[in-house]
Every structure is written in structure tokens, then in C-alpha cells.
């Protein structure tokens, strides 16, 4: 079961009270105050709509132990659990005031969320057989990656780095600059970057050809991202890799689709970085349904 780490909580937990800002500006719910008396109790499930996988549970409870102590929150799912129609993912009772008052901004990060976990795991399907791994990106909503990343681990995928702090990703647009100042090759800005980062930091380059690719291999990157090549660029790459540079892996990137990702990874690449699964996830149905 997927869990949020200590550092992903804590965003979290900054999130909430960001949510609860926009919703109240230090006031109250009006609406609600005006039509509930403040001894009013109730009880509602928390019940996905529709089929996918969840996530955000854990930080939907924190939400009402933040807003209201009092409230009794029990989950029935764990986040990366499958769900159907009509799925209960928690019953939570208490002051209605509460309930009312923090039900859209548990809902708000329990849909998108799942939604990403959804699309995550039928990339995850899509590729089983093979060795390929699929991951994020740094292509997420700002604020919210840290929680972005943790949908993508319940829906079965792999964080890519986190930021600019904890890898190096050497880009199209570095290769620009430093394939023009001088004869310096690819090669060289891998080693470069390898003596000014600790050595357990992983150094990766993106090319987008195949010379470019037998370029930058001889610097020993620990992974080569090939940029929007073709199944047959790809099948090459990997062929050159194992006869030459078995220990580095290949991750394939660009365009990548529901249609397109099995067929890239049947060409051999390690890995498979798949930017949609945070900037493109459709929220998944889920609703509050009130106990009688």
C-alpha cells in the first residue's frame, strides 16, 4: 500500500490549509451556518462513481482532523485500491456543520488524485509483460508535485526526480548551448555534470537522434532519454546499448499514449516517462452520499 513519506504529508497538510483559506478567507461557510444548527449531527459514505483506482484517502482524513477533531472519519479502502461504481471508500460522521464545510476540499484532492492514479495504472496494464517502468514527470500542477508524484505510486507507476535539486537531466536546451561553445560533445557534458554532483546522484542526458545517442553512451550516463523517436530508433538504441553500454538504461519520452506505450515497450527501453499521467488526468467521480 502506498504511503505518503513525512515530507509528502507535511505539503500536504500546507495544502489543506491553503484550501481552507481559499474557501473561508478567515470567515465561515454561510451558507451552511445558516441552515444547520450548530448541534447537528450526521453521517454520509465517501463513494466513487465510477470504475479506477484511488488515492487521496489518506490526505481526505487528514482534512477533517484538521478542520474539526471531533469528526469520525473511518477509511474502508486504502489508497491504490481498485474501484468499481458504487465503491465505499469511507463513511465519516459528525458535526454536519464540518462535514458540509470541508466536503469539496477533500473531494477536490480525492478526484484528482485518483484521476491520476487511474490513468497511471492503465499505463502501468498496458505495459505488463515487459521490463519497461513507467513514469512522471516534472510536468505537474505547481504546489501540488509532491502529492502528484504519490497518486502516480498508487496507481502502480515510478517517481522520475522530484525537482532540479535531486538529479541531473541534461536537456535539449543545455545540448544547445554546449554543443555550441566549442567542440565539446555530448559525451563531455556528461562527465562534466558527473564531477560537480555527489556520486549517488543519478546523471541523465536527453538526445534526440540516434548520433547523438552513440555521442553521449560513451560518457556512461546512468540513462539516455530518447526524445520522440521511432519504434525502429528505439529498437537500435536498445540493440547498441546492450552490445556496447549494457549498464546504462534507456528511457523512452514524447508523445507517449494509451495507444503508443505498449508498442514502446515491447522495443526494449528500460523506462517509459509519460508526462500525461499529471498534466492531462480527467478527475475520477467520486461523491458524498448521506447515511439516513
Known amino acids: ?49 465510477e470504475s479506477g483506482v484511488l488515492s487521496g484517502c489518506v490526505v481526505a482524513k487528514e482534512i477533517f482532523e484538521i478542520f474539526d477533531s471531533q469528526i469520525q472519519f473511518e477509511s474502508l479502502l486504502h489508497d491504490g485500491a481498485k474501484l468499481e461504481p458504487g465503491s465505499v471508500i ?11 464545510t470541508a466536503e469539496r476540499t477533500a473531494l477536490n484532492f480525492l478526484t484528482m488524485l485518483s484521476g491520476t492514479a487511474s490513468l497511471t495504472r492503465k499505463f502501468v496494464d498496458a505495459v505488463a509483460g515487459t521490463e519497461a517502468k513507467i513514469l512522471d514527470t516534472r510536468k505537474t500542477l505547481p504546489g501540488i508535485r509532491e502529492l502528484q508524484k504519490f497518486a502516480v505510486r498508487c496507481g502502480g ?31 563531455n557534458a556528461v562527465a562534466s555534470s558527473r564531477k560537480m554532483v555527489a556520486s549517488e546522484v543519478i546523471v541523465e542526458i ?41 549498464a546504462v538504461q534507456l528511457e523512452a519520452s514524447g ?35 448521506w447515511r439516513s
Open 1 to 49: 500500500m502506498p504511503e505518503l513519506s513525512p515530507t509528502e504529508l507535511d505539503s500536504a497538510r500546507s495544502l489543506i490549509q491553503t484550501a481552507f483559506a481559499e474557501d473561508l478567507a478567515d470567515s465561515e461557510d454561510i451558507t451552511t451556518n445558516s441552515l444547520v444548527p450548530v448541534t447537528a449531527t450526521g453521517s454520509i459514505n465517501v463513494v466513487s462513481r
Open 90 to 100: 469511507a463513511k465519516i460522521s459528525g458535526s454536519m456543520r464540518s462535514i458540509l
Open 157 to 187: 507507476g515510478t517517481n522520475h526526480r522530484m525537482g532540479l535539486f535531486d538529479a541531473v537531466l541534461i536537456k535539449d536546451n543545455h545540448l544547445a548551448w554546449w554543443s555550441g561553445d566549442g567542440d565539446n560533445t555530448l559525451a
Open 206 to 246: 536527453e538526445v534526440d537522434s540516434l548520433d547523438q545517442f552513440r555521442d553521449a553512451v560513451q560518457g556512461d550516463p546512468d540513462i539516455v532519454l530518447l526524445d520522440n523517436m521511432t519504434l525502429e530508433q528505439l529498437r537500435e538504441a536498445v540493440r547498441f546499448r546492450d552490445q556496447n553500454k549494457p
Open 255 to 289: 508523445g507517449v499514449t494509451l495507444k503508443t506505450v505498449a508498442d514502446i515497450a515491447a522495443t526494449g527501453v528500460d523506462r517509459i516517462s509519460v508526462g500525461a499521467l499529471t498534466h492531462s488526468a480527467v478527475a475520477l467521480d467520486i461523491g458524498f452520499d
